[in-house]
C-alpha cells in the first residue's frame, strides 16, 4: 500500500523558516521523481518544486525560486521542502506527490494527506 505521510508544517512568521519532511512506503521510491505542491484557500492547486528520482534535476514555481529548496534521501525514502524567507502568501496546504516512474516509464499520481503551512505575524 503506497503511503506519503508529510510533516513539518505549523505556524511561522513572516521572514522565519520551516523544513517540511515527506516519508514515503509502499513503492520503491528511488525510481519515482517527487514533487512538492500547495493548495491555499479558494485557489488552485500549484507546483512548488520537482526533483528527480536520482536527485540530479529540480525545477521550483516562479513564485519560490530562490527560496525554497527541495532535496530527496533515497536511502531513507523521503523528499524534503526547506522554506526560507517566507512569505504570508506562502500560506496553504503543502502535499507530497510522486508523479512518474522512470523505471517503467509510467506517470503515476500518489498523494499524501498534506501538512498546513501558516506564515503570519
Known amino acids: 500500500q503506497v503511503q506519503l505521510v508529510e510533516s513539518g508544517g505549523g505556524l511561522v512568521q513572516p521572514g522565519g523558516s520551516l523544513r517540511l519532511s515527506c516519508a514515503a512506503s509502499?513503492?520503491?521510491?528511488?525510481?519515482?521523481?517527487m514533487n512538492w505542491y500547495r493548495q491555499a484557500p479558494g485557489k488552485e492547486r500549484e507546483l512548488v518544486a520537482g526533483i528527480s528520482s536520482t536527485g540530479g534535476s529540480t525545477n521550483y514555481g516562479d513564485s519560490v525560486k530562490g527560496r525554497f529548496t527541495i532535496s530527496r534521501d533515497n536511502a531513507r525514502s523521503s523528499v524534503y521542502l526547506q522554506m526560507n524567507s517566507l512569505k504570508p502568501e506562502d500560506t496553504a496546504v503543502y502535499y507530497c506527490n510522486a508523479d512518474y516512474d522512470v523505471r517503467r516509464g509510467t506517470r503515476v499520481d500518489y498523494w499524501g494527506q498534506g501538512t498546513q503551512v501558516t506564515v503570519s505575524s
Open positions: 509502499g513503492y520503491e521510491f528511488r525510481y519515482y521523481g
